[in-house]
């Protein structure tokens, strides 16, 4: 076991560095060739942030190991609502100041839905995974589209404005997107290795590990990137972070795992984890809504949040350790 636990640690520390200078390659390079701000954030910033999750579900699926993929995605957007927002929050309240960010939250509900839709007859299929590959592209136009009608003093343009790097050549953002590239799917292997060795040596589901473990690891640049944009008073960077990747963990990650590997869903993923994910969400879209014009994310809401996320997590643990 603790060979497993080596390989999960090395591929986490892969994983963290690996999708910094993927983010930071993708992110430059589109600046220079002259992409707005704002619609680099939306779509190749939102994308490049779940790059660990879309890879360690690839080498999962390729593994014959399906049920780590879609524990890893289900698992992710919990713990980004639950554990990410929550103890960004507690250390600093995040006001939800901008409207382009407000428009997003709907479309996170709605890919939700979407995915329990498709989970619903406890078969994953490839047309399944089409679909969502599909929803995926349809997103991406949307948001394309939303980032180019937003207004320029919209926070969350302000604060991609100033985090998006502009003194990086178009050589060393290359450079930087396929070493972050290469060390994500090194990363990814290590993860997937250490993990399926873990869930043997317990005895437990591959879709448990993916869902505490492999999730919680993967989540660890979002929870760096929410602490740190928050504390600079980057609010709508901050959530804007959770929430388009979110979005891209189900449609992407499942649709790969789909498209790749078919699988039965474990029952626990319709009876529990499926629904917990969404009542996540369906709590952060209350608490973010703007009932009086002042729609912030309190520190006693980010602790309400963390309290349910250790509860979810300790609960899985005792069931199945």
Do not use: C
Not at 33 to 38: A, E, I, R, S
Not at 51 to 76: D, F, H, M, R, T
Not at 102 to 113: G, I
Not at 150 to 175: H, K, Q
């Amino acid at each position: 076991m603790l060979g497993d636990i080596g390989l999960i640690v090395a591929g986490l520390a892969l994983l963290i560095w690996g999708a910094d200078r993927f983010v930071h390659g993708a992110g430059s390079g589109a600046r220079n060739l002259g992409v707005p701000p704002l619609l680099i954030g939306l779509t190749i910033v939102a994308f490049a942030t779940s790059a660990p999750e879309i890879l360690v579900s690839a080498v999962a699926a390729i593994g014959g190991k399906p049920g780590l993929a879609i524990g890893n995605a289900i698992g992710s957007n919990i713990v980004n609502i639950g554990l990410v927002l929550g103890v960004t929050a507690m250390i600093r309240p995040i006001a939800l100041e901008s409207a382009t960010l407000r428009r997003e939250m709907p479309a996170l509900l709605a890919v939700s839905l979407l995915t329990v839709s498709l989970f619903l007859d406890t078969y994953l299929s490839r047309i399944d995974g089409v679909v969502m590959l599909t929803g995926l592209v349809i997103v991406m136009i949307w948001l394309a589209r939303l980032g180019l009608r937003s207004a320029a003093n919209d926070p969350i343009a302000m604060d991609y404005d100033a985090e998006i790097p502009s003194d990086v050549s178009m050589t060393m953002a290359i450079v930087w997107l396929v070493v972050g590239l290469l060390t994500l799917l090194i990363g990814a292997e290590l993860l997937v290795g250490g993990a399926v060795g873990i869930a043997k040596d317990l005895g437990v589901s591959e879709v448990v590990i993916g869902i505490t473990i492999v999730a919680f690891g993967t989540s660890l640049p979002e929870l760096a990137v929410s602490l740190v944009s928050a504390l600079k008073g980057e609010y709508g960077l901050a959530i804007g972070n959770i929430v388009g990747s979110n979005i891209f963990n189900l449609l992407a990650v499942i649709g790969v795992a789909a498209t790749i590997q078919p699988a039965a869903l474990a029952p626990t993923v319709l009876s529990l984890h499926i629904f917990v994910m969404v009542a996540f969400t369906l709590v952060l879209f209350a608490m973010t809504y703007d009932y009086d014009g002042k729609a912030k994310l309190s520190r006693l809401e980010g602790t309400a949040l963390l309290t349910a996320y250790i509860a979810y997590g300790s609960y899985v643990i005792a069931q199945n350790i």
